[in-house]
């Protein structure tokens, strides 16, 4: 069965620092995507990026950079020189390809910048 | 990417009745999915509504408590039935639209009292 695991419940960073928010997939399939979304304290979901499992190129984007490890099952998130606005709750998701396509969400990590 | 319309964005409901979701796409989609999310916690999936079908529900969930339509293809709305405080929670529709991915609606924010 799939499953994503974010190891990380909350992470507290001063303004400027680095972040790295940590992604572990489970899935049987050879064919599957992986996304980020950024939830901020207003509730909306923000798609951040989505990525298919036969594309392992690290990607980025501005402040924003994604280290896909298909060894590793791991996909995982760095913010660069973190800022105030980067505070919200960070969800890792994986898309079942068993038919209808349904995203399996980790628990999500809640990320604090502080000035 | 899709823009969806979701309402209400909020409300306060006594235990007992029922609250209807509307989701609106701006765009034809195949598949919509309707996801809860309780306080703190990730989200959940309900249910995939395919239009011109029943929907289909993920264990834990059943139709009686969640009744969907899907009457045409921009359009879907979620039902709780007879609900209870432990049924408050933010409820959000998403499509999934290709290169953009999943576009999710804003929300529903759900209080039982």
């Known amino acids: 069965a799939q499953k994503v695991t974010q190891a990380q419940t909350e992470i507290s960073v001063v303004e400027k620092e680095d972040v790295t928010l940590d992604c572990v997939y489970e899935?049987?399939?050879?064919?599957?995507?992986l996304f980020w979304y950024k939830q901020p304290p207003s509730g909306e979901l923000v798609f951040l990026i989505r990525r298919n499992s036969f594309d392992e190129q690290n990607e980025i984007s501005g402040r924003y950079s994604w280290n896909f490890q298909k060894s590793t099952s791991s996909f995982n998130f760095t913010i660069t020189a973190s800022q105030v606005v980067d505070s919200a709750v960070y969800f890792c998701?994986?898309?079942?390809?068993?038919?209808?396509?349904?995203?399996?969400f980790g628990a999500g990590t809640r990320l604090a910048v502080h000035p | 990417s899709a823009v969806i319309s979701q309402k209400p964005s909020r409300d306060i409901c006594q235990r007992g009745t029922s609250l209807t979701i509307q989701c609106q796409v701006d765009s034809q989609v195949t598949m919509m999915f309707w996801y809860r999310q309780q306080p703190g916690q990730s989200l959940t999936l309900i249910a995939t509504a395919n239009q011109g079908s029943e929907a289909t529900y993920e264990s834990g969930f059943v139709i009686d408590k969640f009744p969907i339509s899907r009457p045409n293809l921009t359009f879907s709305t979620l039902t709780v039935s007879n609900m209870s405080p432990e049924d408050s929670s933010i409820y959000l529709c998403?499509?999934?639209?290709?290169?953009?991915?999943?576009?999710f609606g804003s929300g529903t924010r759900l209080t039982v009292v």
């Open positions: 899935t049987r399939d050879t064919t599957y995507y």
């Open positions: 998701a994986l898309s079942d390809s068993g038919g209808y396509n349904k995203l399996i």
């Open positions: 998403s499509v999934d639209k290709a290169d953009y991915g999943y576009t």
